[in-house]
């Protein structure tokens, strides 16, 4: 019972901070038709950039300053890059934030070394919250918890108060009718592209301690993002919260089931014996299975239902 | 076999609560130059494509030959027999204007997903793009990259292709449009010579491509047929008057 | 039309005889042997040549960008080490020189399979598909010790004594020649492809897919076929890669595989034919000349990609045919000052970037490492401000200056083609 409880709020803690890094994707993706692979990698940034900031000026203040770093790089590379390729095809613009991964990966290493970072959570947030079932609930969990629901409330204010909010609304679900309004569309671009990489930015703050700051913390986490993205569906970003906190459970949750096929059999009557590729399938434990379960599932809803969950629009 | 060619069925076609078509029923006799006319947002494109496949039909029946072809796939309509072109220039832009019309015969002479022909080799199919290339005055742009024709060539090319797999019912949509008066006269004069034979269907906003080229003219209105016959009926009809002719005279 | 066709025959031919006769030239009289390094790197680049054109098959020529190329690549490489394992045994008596074909056969039989799914999408659905299938083969090629032995991957012995010319394979130069043929097949044949009817629709449905539909194929069995096609050449690299190695370890079948497939093609140039065994050529040179002396040479090959996206997307060899009509003109001389105009701001630039990168890296990693940066037998102080502030100079005015030259190049390029266009129409 302990373990559900605890996998429960680790699955939640891990959702909201996957949705933070997919509601910024969603939106670049939903608006602009750039499958921005360099996302995940602005989120690399952010924590390289909060560990550094913080060295000088504490935690806190680095949860304002990475973030609007994060804001401004994603804005350059908006208007000196994606913008200029944007004529050549989509295809050219997926090649360019490919591009992009490569130069991002190899630039952290180079600047911050090949090794993780003593990226530590504040001693200020560095105590138990509460106690379950003896299992200790960490307090920046619910810190992390704090800030993504924040974001969340944030962003939805900010989607349906303002008057930018009401334009990139109605180009998520309809890109064309956008420009016909008369707006500002390569602006709204620029805004939209850099608020993403700002969200990227903070999940990166939050993140890089959660888990490890190190240079293969976005290409672990490039892939996932994108299948929350993908299976939430294009325009959705209710699809692309379900989705998240869906994925956050299902990974933590894999992780410590540990029956395997074979298992699930044996009450049938039915044993496998000997050594070979078949039994092996049948034996992996689901914790195993677990890190192929979000692509397969991709996969599936790719070839079976490109809008995704609660998508409004093709893929 | 009845003698139309192609015959729509009460065919309706809304998208979410908006109904773009409603009720169409239509028989285009085999050889007979049919054109659709009506105001802009009638649905005259969204009609072309539903018959070609390209949306699927709310509603209705639509047959070729006497064949459902409701539901079926684009490709599969168009090899029965049924070939269209587009209002705005559908090409292969970066292949040569003799390949893309090369890509155009393919299918219809049998050559399928084949990759292990050598179409170098192919006589009859580089004689009858040739052909095709000579007929619709191309030859001098033979091996330019479509892309970078001229707009009336291009649309030249559009019609060529479409007509190229020997399709027996042609559905040509505004094959003139934007095109100077003389380009028109060489498209209109282009198309009576390969619709020779042939079941047209087309939309047009050009009443004298219209009058010059259709034996049968069918007037569209709010995704309704309105009036359909001969030239000088339809012209006479009051109802296409007030909706559409009389609108164009008082411009 | 003609004068180009020989042209481009010899060029290909020159290629193959350069390729042939490579070893050759860095034959070692005191041990009598080829160099071990020349030939391992030759025989990467063979490789290589034949799994960036499989990716051209997608990407230059029917416009799918695909992230999981490798995995076919890697499937013919595992296949291979377990077929000559067999061969081995005894219990597959085929020659060596037919075993990359088996390798084809593997490559194939997993595209058709994989294909049958990614293929009911294109564009950036496609990619996203591909991304997960990619990844997917990966983690399996982890969880299943059977046929891909987890980390440490599977090996094999490549000497199975049975071959149509007597060859054993016990020399690097041996299987360099087997992997040359079979690189030349290889790329005889997909050039073959381009020349028939789904070659031709691919290019069709890559320009624009619906139309395809119209002119009666159905895209999604272009993609299918030209998709499966393709994992049947990948393979083949693969099985090569396993010959050569005689280990294949679950990097054979990884993403950055699947990039560097993209990188070489991309680069190289994806609308041409030869562009991506270019490309494959180049990034194997940096690979294995300039990982040597630089830790941060994917740093390069990355701002090289991107700029090549953004200012030169038919890549190196759109680049040099886009001076066709310029040299048939007769009229390459007068580009000559305008290149060194550039040139000279453009090689300062570089210059000052390399400098900053490298500054940065030995701050780091070079650190890390115990490495110090030495430039022309003098060591350099990387905590020092002068080392840092020629290199930004460098950067920053090259920037500036090539700007300003870039724009009179572009004058005089559009000038010289201006020039030439009336003379093109007459052709």
Partial sequence: MEIVLVSLFNGLVYGMLLFMLASGLTLIFSMMGVLNFAHASIYMIGAYLAFTVSRFVGFFPALIIAPLLCALIGAAIEVWGLRRVHHNGHIAELLFTFGLVFIVQRSVQMIWGMLPMAYRVPPSLDFSLFTIYGANFPAYRGFMLLVSVGMLVATWLLLKKTRIGLVIQAALTHPQMASALGHNVPRVFTIVFAGGCLLAGLAGVIGGNYQTTEPGMAESMGPIVFVVVVFGGLGSLAGCFVASILMGLIMTFAVVINTSMLDLLRPLGITVTGDNLFTEILTVPVARIGALLPFAMMIIILSFRPRGLMGTRDT | MSDAALALKNVGKAFGNLEIIRGVSLDIARGERHAIIGPNGAGKTTLFNLISGRFRISSGEILLNDVRIDGLPPHKINRMGLSRSFQITSIFHRLSVFENLRCALLWSMGYRYSFWTPLWLQRELTARTDAMLEDLNLTPRRDTAAGLLSYADQRALEIGMTIAGGASVILLDEPTAGMSNSETDNAVALIRRVSKGKTLLMVEHDMKVVFDLADVITVLVYGQVIASGPPHIVRANPAVQEAYLGALDAA | ?427
């Fill in chain 3, 1 to 427: 039309m003609t004068a180009s066709r020989f042209w481009q025959i010899s060029i290909w031919i020159l290629v193959l005889a350069l390729a042939i006769a490579a070893p050759w030239a860095f034959y070692n009289y005191h041990t009598g042997r080829q160099s071990g390094f020349v030939i391992s790197m030759l025989s990467q680049m063979g490789m290589m040549s034949i799994l960036a054109l499989s990716y051209n098959m997608l990407l230059g020529q029917a416009g799918l960008f695909s992230l999981c190329h490798a995995t076919f690549f890697g499937i013919g490489g595992y296949a291979t080490i377990h077929f000559l394992n067999m061969a081995s045994a005894g219990s597959l008596p085929l020659p060596m020189e037919l075993i990359p074909l088996l390798s084809g056969l593997s490559g194939l039989g997993l595209a058709i399979v994989l294909g049958y799914i990614a293929t009911k999408q294109r564009a950036t659905a496609f990619a996203m598909i591909t991304l997960g299938i990619g990844e997917l083969m990966v983690t399996s090629a982890l969880m299943f010790q059977h046929f891909f032995g987890g980390e440490g991957g599977v090996n094999t012995n490549r000497m199975i004594g049975r071959s149509l010319f007597g060859l054993t394979y016990a020399q690097g130069i041996q299987v360099y020649y087997l992997i040359l043929a079979w690189t030349l097949l290889s790329a005889l044949a997909m050039f073959f492809l381009t020349m028939t009817p789904l070659g031709r629709m691919a290019n069709a449905s890559r320009d624009n897919f619906e139309r395809v539909q119209f002119v009666g194929y159905d895209p999604r069995m272009v993609r299918f076929f030209q998709f499966a096609l393709s994992g049947l050449f990948a393979g083949i690299g693969g099985g090569l890669y396993a010959i050569t190695y005689e280990i294949v370890t679950f990097d054979a079948l990884a993403a950055p595989l699947s990039a560097n497939a993209l990188l070489m093609a991309y680069i190289g140039g994806s609308a041409s034919f030869g562009g991506p065994i270019l490309g494959a050529v180049l990034i194997t040179l940096l690979q294995s000349g300039v990982s040597l002396m630089s830790n941060s040479w994917l740093v390069y090959v990355g701002v090289l990609f991107i700029s090549m996206v953004i200012f030169a997307p038919s890549g190196i060899m759109g680049l040099v045919t886009a001076h066709g009509p310029i040299v048939r003109g007769g009229q390459l001389g007068r580009l000559a000052v305008p290149y060194i105009r550039v040139l000279v701001p453009g090689i300062l630039m570089v210059a000052g970037f390399v400098g900053l990168v490298e500054l940065t890296s030995f701050l780091t990693i070079g650190a890390a490492q115990g490495k110090s940066l030495v430039l022309f037998g003098n060591k350099i102080d990387v905590h020092a401000t002068l080392p840092w502030l020629s290199a930004a100079v460098c950067l920053l005015g090259g920037g500036f200056w090539l700007r300003l030259e870039a724009r009179s190049f572009r004058r005089v390029w559009e000038g010289l083609m201006q020039g030439l266009k009336p003379q093109r129409s007459v052709a």
